[in-house]
């Protein structure tokens, strides 16, 4: 064999995984279809600070700290959710990402840019990788890092999902900086929101994700700001990219784990997926160091990651997924009276003041109205 783990894709979650197998003896290659490191990512890159201080991240690559976020209706009311420490921070993903892939460089990880994996293939005792390239890798085991693939993920026989929200963004200047703002209704987002998150007081990230119309939700989030004031330019180039809704059947095979995106580990109701697929590539890492070992990596052996990953955020996932259906299917009239209610019946202070409603855990939030849905119905 090449090596021991091939690991196919250098987003966050990819590097992270090669370097913590790295890290625990194993020789690694990492395989990234772009000619180098990412230099312009369509990410915001908000994380928050349980998943900084959990991970270490602290670096000149942090571009923002938030404390508070300001969310409008579609008519414009203002919700001020405000904590008195940070709650999240902002990452320049291109430096986060060149400080991951120094990192893993750093604990021995070999890596080829500039080559795609097309194609897997089974050998004795391991497994051969094509690429588009025409360059073949053996590994004993794979691990697949690939972001939104669903062609990588046929050609492995993992599935696909076949359902996925577009997410857009762009560098724009800023007249007023706004901290962190969450703009939503129909016009702007089908299901989800737009956003400007300041990275100093001249520039922020505009983003949007939708499940639908990304062309035109962007033009009414464009129009938004621009009316209010908080963007100067009349046109703004921005790029755009699926975010998966939904898992794939199944996480592993005979010798391939799934993490991250391509595994749809992330958060229904944001579409943030840094800090769940790091939790679960350090399952599939923790999973291969036990079996590698053993040699003993067949789907059996490894069903285990699938197991040990839903147990943690299984339940996250499947709430989540119930309250974006939810929030889909509220119109902007109702979302109005919403933000009425949250305004006026003292909801949102209160559950600020509930220090184990954290920015990732949605699940336990919603578990926390429905143990006290007088709070959200008093008023
Ligand atoms: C507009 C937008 C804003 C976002 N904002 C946030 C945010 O604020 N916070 C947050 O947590 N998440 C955010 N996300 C989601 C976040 O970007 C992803 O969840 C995260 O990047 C997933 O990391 P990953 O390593 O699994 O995949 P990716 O970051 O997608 O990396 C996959 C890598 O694999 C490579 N690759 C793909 N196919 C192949 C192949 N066949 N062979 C070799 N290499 C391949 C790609 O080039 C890429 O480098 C946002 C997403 C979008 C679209």
Request: with cysteine; proline share 9%.
């Given at each position: 064999m090449n090596t021991d783990v091939l690991v196919i894709g250098a987003g966050p979650v990819g590097l992270h995984t090669a370097k913590c197998l790295a890290e625990c003896g194993y020789e690694v290659r990492l395989l990234e279809k772009?000619?180098?490191?990412?230099?312009?990512?369509?990410?915001?890159g908000i994380i928050s600070t349980e998943c900084a201080s959990k991970y270490g991240f602290d670096g000149k690559y942090i571009q923002n700290y938030f404390s508070e976020a300001s969310v409008y209706s579609p008519g414009g009311q203002k919700l001020l959710l405000k904590r008195d420490t940070p709650q999240a921070i902002m990452l320049d993903r291109a430096s986060f990402l060149a400080k991951l892939l120094q990192q893993a460089i750093n604990c021995g990880v070999r890596t080829s840019f500039g080559f795609q994996a097309n194609s897997i293939e089974y050998i004795e005792n391991g497994l051969r990788i094509t690429t588009k390239e025409g360059q073949s890798f053996t590994a004993k085991a794979v691990v697949l890092a690939a972001g939104y693939n669903t062609a990588l993920s046929r050609a492995t026989g993992l599935g696909e999902i076949n359902n996925f929200a577009y997410g857009l963004q762009a560098e724009v200047d800023t007249s007023i900086p706004s901290n962190l703002s969450l703009f939503t209704g129909k016009a702007i987002s089908q299901g989800y929101f737009g956003w400007l998150s300041s990275i100093n007081d001249c520039t922020a990230k505009m983003g949007l994700l939708t499940r639908k119309n990304p062309f035109e939700c962007w033009s009414a989030l464009h129009n938004t700001l621009y009316k209010q004031g908080l963007i100067t330019a009349k046109h703004i180039n921005y790029v755009c990219r699926p975010v998966p809704i939904g898992n794939l059947s199944a996480s592993f095979g005979d010798r391939v784990l799934a993490v991250g995106d391509f595994a749809g580990q992330l958060k229904p109701t944001t579409g943030g997926g840094i800090y769940f697929g790091l939790l679960c590539a350090d399952l599939a890492v923790s999973c291969l160091d036990k079996n590698i070992k053993t040699n003993k990596l067949s789907k059996a052996n490894l069903a285990e990651y699938e197991k040990n990953w839903k147990s943690l955020i299984g339940s996250e996932l499947y709430i989540g997924r119930l309250l974006s259906r939810a929030y889909t299917g509220i119109d902007d009239r109702l979302l109005e009276q919403i933000f009425k209610k949250c305004a006026t019946s003292g909801m949102i202070e209160k559950m600020a003041a509930k220090s184990h409603l954290r920015f990732d855990w949605h699940g336990k939030a919603f578990g926390h109205l429905l143990k006290n849905p007088f709070d959200l119905v008093r008023s």
């Open positions: 772009k000619p180098e490191a990412a230099k312009q990512v369509c990410c915001t």
